[in-house]
């Protein structure tokens, strides 16, 4: 007798199960698709530390120009990017970070402490707590490393690499732009859209879906096979499903910083100073927060635990 009972409350908390924490009943969960995309270009950075060798490659993959819809409300045309570029294919893991950090101090920049919580992830997760400033320095350390023409200076005759995150606080974040480098530097807001919305260039995904998702934010059991959002904190590069460009991560884990500075409507003349773009949402966020549509602004100064980067680069 107890049986009749007993099937209908399993059947409800096998529901709730199910509505409530998806990402935990294997037979909901979508199938995680990966794709080459437009083709790859790996780098390397080799670190040596306590006596071990450590080569941390990194892979950039191919983005094309073109015109996109903008924002998440999809105004057409809306994103215009001129040239092709690459982008990475994940965001800068705590390892690429630290290797580039430690040598960076012998060619003499200077990179602000990471974490403010003093911790950082492990090696294969992204790295968190670096400030704008932190990431221009990082990206001419990088460059130099490499032997890269560096793409950020003090001066319009780009005769002084930017070095310090200092010298930005200091020259309320002045940056000369070496168009034509090929050094790494980071997207504009415009090719971090366009790079998140790509299907083939000529269909893109609507802005306010996750990145690589065809269905909308708040369509959870599919979000969470491309976001890592409402977590406890980062997760590994790649372990979900990529977008159409190969590239991973870039709705959830970490937020990720743009060069472009971020207006305000409401109070442009400060705000515009002050902030600096940042898009896709972290492993804190809500669902909302994951539209690759969405445009927030942070300031430039500020480290904080879901707040990452990605790297890119003009394409040669």
């Not at 909901?28 to 080459?36: A, C, G, I, N, P």
């Not at 990145?211 to 979900?240: C, E, M, W």
Request: net charge negative; aromatic share 12%; hydrophobic share 35%.
């Amino acid at each position: 007798m107890l049986m009749p009972a007993i099937v209908p409350l399993v059947l409800l908390a096998v529901f709730l199960l199910c509505f409530i924490f998806p990402q935990y009943v294997p037979f909901v969960q979508v199938k995680l698709e990966t794709f080459e995309g437009l083709g790859s270009v790996p780098y390397s950075v080799a670190s040596v530390q306590e006596g071990k060798s450590t080569d941390f490659v990194f892979i950039m993959k191919k983005a094309p120009a073109g015109v996109a819809p903008s924002g998440c409300s999809d105004i057409p045309g809306g994103t215009v990017v001129e040239r092709p570029f690459l982008i990475g294919e994940t965001e800068v893991t705590a390892g690429l970070w630290s290797a580039v950090y430690r040598q960076s101090q012998t060619l003499g920049y200077l990179i602000g402490d990471r974490d403010p919580n003093g911790k950082f992830p492990e090696p294969d997760h992204p790295a968190v707590g670096v400030s704008w400033r932190d990431t221009i320095v990082w990206c001419n350390a990088l460059s130099e490393i490499l032997k890269l023409t560096p793409v950020y200076y003090n001066d319009k005759d780009f005769k002084e690499v930017i070095r310090s995150f200092n010298t930005l606080q200091y020259s309320s974040d002045r940056v000369y732009i070496l168009s034509g480098a090929d050094g790494f530097r980071l997207p504009s807001s415009a090719e971090w859209e366009l790079a998140a919305r790509y299907i083939d260039g000529k269909k893109w995904s609507p802005g306010g879906h996750p990145s690589g998702s065809p269905h909308p934010y708040f369509s959870t059991t599919q979000t969470q096979s491309y976001a890592i959002y409402n977590d406890i904190g980062t997760q590994r590069v790649k372990t979900l499903a990529s977008n159409k460009l190969g590239i991973y991560d870039m709705s959830g884990n970490v937020w990720e910083w743009c060069f472009d500075g971020f207006e305000d409507a409401e109070n442009p003349e400060t705000d515009s100073i002050q902030k600096r773009v940042v898009r896709g949402g972290s492993w804190m966020s809500i669902p909302y927060r994951l539209q690759i549509g969405g445009k927030f602004g942070t300031l430039s100064h500020a480290r904080e635990a879901g707040q990452g980067f990605r790297l890119a680069k003009n394409a040669d």
